[in-house]
């Protein structure tokens, strides 16, 4: 038994792949959010969700590693991951994207080696293609970065990972937290490609003995444990937990309402940042593009092209901050302010307002 606690229709299937025009843009499949919570374990997925429309491919652009702030903290994962291996263990990166991090820990002296479809170098250490129980790992640590929330079944997937590597080693899994979600109340951070929400509490039912732990400012959160320690069965949840869980979530919703109002006040606004949060919060509020000017992001892959669905315009910061008028910009993620702020007064004698969600609005 499950509650619905949000509920989109049409929203974009994919949040990081951007298009040529607005018209490629418009076409990009679209999905529901469907945001329910088991009644039985207070797990948080999105019951609505299609797997069978997601083709991860190299179209698919979710680096964050132009922002020098998100290259700190993958520095201090990198740091925490080195304490449960050495330089002579194997680590696999199950989920590896472009190879940005898994390049990151070989410069700290750490064996690597990945799996991801999107992958699109050369490096022979990296598999393009998703991970299954026949790939052959034997590894001592399986890292798994923001790719469990994309796993329709994530339970019976830690399970399958432990098979393939002989129920032996240790698995670092990261992932957006919810309880961070929830206390911002950020709607935006709610999509159809995340299929999976998870708390710290829900992360860590999943093995028998475990360490979790935040990271980038509470935004996300990770479990680190031993692969022989993975539940056999979904655990319960207290019914105290559970309804916690429905009363937080439903306020997120409500959210939209007030964010919708600042837009259309404050229009035209320019948002930065064309990830899933700009794309989400883009497509939600300002579907015919009446109020967003364009979307400035770092990425030179989504520079000059359009986000999914309602089509905004990507410029890079360069771009963007000359094309300035009068408008507010408002940050997608809060994390980013000091650097966006740094990077405006450095570019432009303009001052525009800059706000961000969760803080201004």
């Not at 991970?131 to 469990?148: C, G, P």
Request: hydrophobic fraction near 40%; glycine fraction near 6%.
């Amino acid at each position: 038994m499950r509650h619905t606690v949000v509920y989109k229709t049409e929203v974009p299937v994919f949040q990081h792949k951007v298009y040529e025009s607005v018209a490629a843009a418009k076409k990009a499949a679209s999905g529901k959010v469907d945001l329910a919570v088991c009644q039985g374990c207070g797990f948080v997925f999105n019951a609505a969700f299609d797997a069978a429309a997601m083709e991860y491919d190299k179209e698919y652009q979710n680096e964050q590693g132009n922002s020098e702030y998100f290259k700190d903290y993958l520095q201090n994962v990198v740091r925490l991951i080195k304490k449960s291996v050495t330089k002579k263990e194997k680590v696999v990166e199950v989920g590896c994207g472009k190879g940005l991090f898994l390049e990151l820990m070989r410069t700290h002296g750490l064996t690597v080696k990945g799996f991801d479809p999107t992958y699109e170098g050369n490096d022979k250490d990296i598999i393009k293609e998703y991970f299954s129980e026949h790939s052959a790992i034997q590894a001592d640590l399986i890292v798994l970065r923001h790719t469990l929330e994309h796993i329709e079944r994530p339970f019976e997937f830690l399970q399958m990972i432990a098979r393939a590597n002989g129920n032996r080693g240790k698995i670092f899994v990261e992932v957006p937290s919810f309880d961070w979600i929830t206390k911002k109340e950020a709607f935006w951070d709610i999509f159809h490609e995340h299929c999976n929400y998870f708390t710290r509490r829900s992360l860590a039912s999943m093995f028998k003995t475990s360490k979790t732990g935040d990271l980038f400012g509470g935004q996300y959160i990770y479990v680190l444990a031993d692969l022989r320690d993975i539940q056999s069965e979904v655990v319960s949840a207290p019914r105290a937990v559970i309804s916690k869980i429905l009363a937080e979530a439903r306020r997120v919703s409500a959210t939209i309402t007030r964010h919708a109002s600042f837009v259309e006040k404050n229009k035209p606004i320019v948002i930065w940042g064309a990830g899933a949060k700009g794309s989400t919060f883009a497509n939600l509020l300002d579907a015919d593009r009446s109020c967003i000017s364009y979307v400035i992001d770092k990425n030179p892959k989504k520079q000059n092209k359009c986000i999914a669905g309602s089509g905004h315009l990507v410029l890079s910061p360069e771009e963007g901050i000359r094309k300035l008028q009068s408008q507010t910009i408002v940050v997608m993620n809060e994390n980013y302010l000091a650097e966006i702020k740094n990077d405006v007064a450095r570019m432009s004698q303009k001052r525009p307002r800059i706000v961000t969600l969760g803080l201004d609005i």
